[in-house]
Each structure stands twice: as C-alpha cells, then as structure tokens.
C-alpha cells in the first residue's frame, strides 16, 4: 500500500511571504489512534535543509481526539520551489505511523 499525498496548499497555491491558511485534518476514528495522547510531528524538507518542522503545541493544534489543525503561517519565508516531508503520529504506546506525505509548492510573488 502507498502513502498518499497530502499538497499544500490543497487548493491553489502559495505566493512566498503570503499567509499560509490554517489546514483542519479529520480522521475517521477507526482510523488512528488518539491524537490527544499521542505525539505528532510534520517536516518538510528543501533537500537537506529542515523548512518546517511542527507538533502538537508548536504549529499544531489538536481539536480532539482524530482532529487537528496545522496552524496558519502568517508570512511565510520558506524559498521558491517543491518540497517534501511526512506526517508521523506516535503513540502513547511508542508504535509510530506516517499517515501521509507532504507535497508544498511555493511561488515566486511578483512586484510591479
């Protein structure tokens, strides 16, 4: 089975040093576990380089327990192009999981 995809933004698409739109992600609760005891993480990387890097408390929001927001970003500096990363849960329990890969695209914001 592959992981899916998740692209950010989900509709349109991001001007660099625009607001990046908070982001509500609902699971079924068959699905996962508790998000409100479990850690959850997602990076985003630019090659090597670490761009986005949040959890629940810092960028993440948990609503309950198989929702969650990631926060918006007010202005972002993140540089021009397609970049990766994942979205891990681990649970109370230790077991962890990628629910899904993480696709942005940034483009570059014209000034006249």
């Known amino acids: 089975m592959s992981i899916p995809i998740l692209k950010i933004p989900i509709e349109g698409f ?7 739109p908070k982001i509500r992600i609902s699971f079924s609760d068959d699905y996962i576990g508790n998000f409100e005891t479990s850690t959850i993480k997602m990076q985003v990387y ?3 380089e670490k761009i986005i890097d949040v959890s629940n408390g810092n960028g993440i929001t948990v609503i309950d327990s198989s929702t969650l927001d990631i ?12 970049f990766k990363g ?3 849960v681990t ?4 077991d962890k999981t990628t629910y899904f890969n993480i696709e942005y695209t940034v483009i570059k ?3 006249v």
């Open 46 to 48: 630019n090659g090597n």
């Open 14 to 20: 991001i001007k660099k040093g625009d607001t990046i």
């Open 86 to 88: 994942d979205f891990e």
């Open 71 to 82: 926060d918006k970003i007010q202005s972002n500096d993140f540089p021009i192009g397609n």
């Open 91 to 94: 649970e109370s329990n230790g």
């Open 109 to 111: 914001q014209y000034t």
